[in-house]
């Protein structure tokens, strides 16, 4: 696991990029997407078997570890959650403006994994 801070104060190092490394940062962070990870780690084998490429698990393994970035910050989960539940604002612009945060704090999370 890396221990490099890129979002002030972390719940848990960085993990490594591999699928056991995430489960268990997942394991510890958001323990309620388990199944979710999962499913969608199954779905993108298959389809690298199909698409005879590795594609698919390079970005399961990409969009993994953007979620666990976002989950084991704070600061980043906190922007995270605050920016999701103004997506539906009745007003146009708080929404917009909601949008363009959520858009961020996923490219910020992105930025940090990718390193």
Partial sequence: ????????????????????????????????????????????????????????VQSWVLLWARDIEIARCPDLSSRFDRAQSRLEHEDPAAAQEALQELSAVLDDAMKAVRG
């Fill in 1 to 56: 696991m890396s221990t490099l801070a890129d979002h002030g104060r972390e719940l848990i190092p960085r993990p490594d990029q591999t699928p056991d490394a995430l489960r268990a940062a997942l394991a510890i962070v958001a323990p309620g997407r388990l199944d979710e990870m999962q499913a969608t780690k199954d779905a993108a084998f298959a389809k690298a078997v199909e698409w005879q490429s590795l594609s698919p």
